[in-house]
């Protein structure tokens, strides 16, 4: 069984970068799916972005896209979220999932379709 578990959260001013990771254990990544989700309170989990380990493409909300990039690193088995220009409303709990299944690109946003999830990393942007 596949487990999660993210790092590199942290409180930023406006304008800054964070690097998140969600590092798997258990097994390698070989066709799966993962993502990246956030939530504050009171609201919804939301997309943000995600990528294909067959062919590494990703996709990504149109609130981070041109400001986030997504990545993976088959020999550490870990997913990476750069996050450039951060604002005040990217402030939120960035939570990392998975799915062992190739999405097709309308299903990636989608957050029924991952099985496991990891705990979260909390990013605060402010000034």
């Known amino acids: 069984q596949v487990q999660l578990v993210e790092s590199g959260g942290g409180l930023v001013q406006p304008g800054d970068s964070l690097r998140l990771s969600c590092a798997a254990s258990?097994?390698?990544?070989?066709?799966?799916?993962t993502a990246w989700f956030r939530q504050t309170p009171g609201k919804e989990r939301e997309f943000v972005a995600a990528?294909?380990?067959?062919?590494?493409?990703?996709y990504y909300a149109t609130s981070v896209k041109g400001r986030f990039t997504i990545s993976r690193d088959r020999s550490k088995s870990t997913m990476n979220l750069q996050m450039n220009s951060l604002k005040p409303e990217d402030t939120a709990n960035y939570y990392c999932?998975?799915?062992?299944?190739?999405?097709?690109?309308?299903?990636?946003?989608?957050?029924?379709?991952?099985?496991?999830w990891g705990q979260g990393t909390q990013v605060t942007v402010s000034s």
């Open positions: 990528i294909r380990w067959s062919d590494n493409h990703p």
């Open positions: 999932a998975a799915t062992s299944r190739t999405l097709i690109l309308s299903s990636m946003g989608l957050m029924g379709e991952y099985e496991r």
């Open positions: 258990g097994r390698s990544f070989s066709r799966d799916t």
